[in-house]
């Protein structure tokens, strides 16, 4: 996202809304807001295109699990126990934990109106990356034995805690702009969010492609759902309640 902002409209005073400096910077319109919707529309056909290719090519799911392979050579029981751990961490209900208390997080660096978008950018890429996974039906290949045996019903494309752990950290990002720890709220995010896709080439749990489609996933989403939030839908609420 576009870290430069236009200052957000002042909300009337009429309306009773009280809000933080620190919530009108979370919540300024983003500078280009159609071009943003746009690249997240291109990035989410992308996905679903590449995810058809892949499917009808199992040669190339085979090829992958070699690099799942080499990420784990040579690694230690700690390397395994952290990778473990980050991976538990975005799992479905662990990761419900982690997003409610991030958006307390946000919360608290900002208000409740920012809190509510956080959390509606997030849970909108964990659904659009179970409907993405849904529409390509690619199986994920598991390593038993030296070699590969097809698993129907464990569906990983795009990998769905991948594209989870993208939206937190975007709108994370996003929550804290302007703020004296943005650059801190960057570093770690980045972080995490690095060893978790690692994590899930280590533990064999996706391939590459998936890692990489959930990325996308989760970026293609709000690429568009923070424009259309930020720059259309809440400034017509503001219009709306002032006009009361």
Do not use: K
Request: net charge neutral; aromatic share 6%; hydrophobic share 60%.
């Amino acid at each position: 996202m576009d870290a430069r902002t236009r200052t957000a409209p002042p909300l009337p005073a009429e309306a009773g809304v009280r809000e933080t400096q620190r919530a009108q910077r979370a919540l300024a319109p983003l500078r280009h807001p159609a071009v943003w919707i746009a690249a997240g529309a291109a990035a989410m056909a992308l996905v679903l295109v590449a995810g058809v290719v892949l499917d009808g090519h199992p040669s190339w799911s085979a090829a992958e699990i070699a690099v799942d392979q080499w990420a784990g050579v040579g690694s230690s029981a700690l390397v395994g126990v952290v990778a473990l751990v980050f991976d538990i961490t975005v799992s479905t209900g662990a990761g419900i934990v982690l997003l409610l208390i991030a958006a307390l997080m946000v919360y608290l660096m900002a208000d409740g109106t920012t809190a509510f978008v956080f959390l509606g950018g997030v849970c909108l890429a964990w659904l659009a990356s179970l409907a993405v996974s849904l529409a390509v039906n690619r199986p994920l290949l598991e390593l038993s034995a030296g070699h590969t045996v097809v698993a129907p019903d464990a569906l990983d494309y795009p990998s769905t805690p991948t594209a989870f752990g993208t939206a937190t950290v975007i709108g994370l990002l996003l929550a804290a702009r302007g703020s004296n720890w943005r650059w801190l709220v960057a570093l770690a995010g980045g972080i995490a969010l690095a060893v978790s896709l690692w994590a899930r080439l280590y533990l064999a749990a996706g391939y590459p492609t998936d890692v990489g489609a959930g990325v996308l996933v989760g970026a293609a989403v709000a690429a568009i759902y923070y424009p259309v939030m930020l720059d259309l839908v809440l400034p017509a609420v503001r219009r709306r309640i002032g006009s009361h």
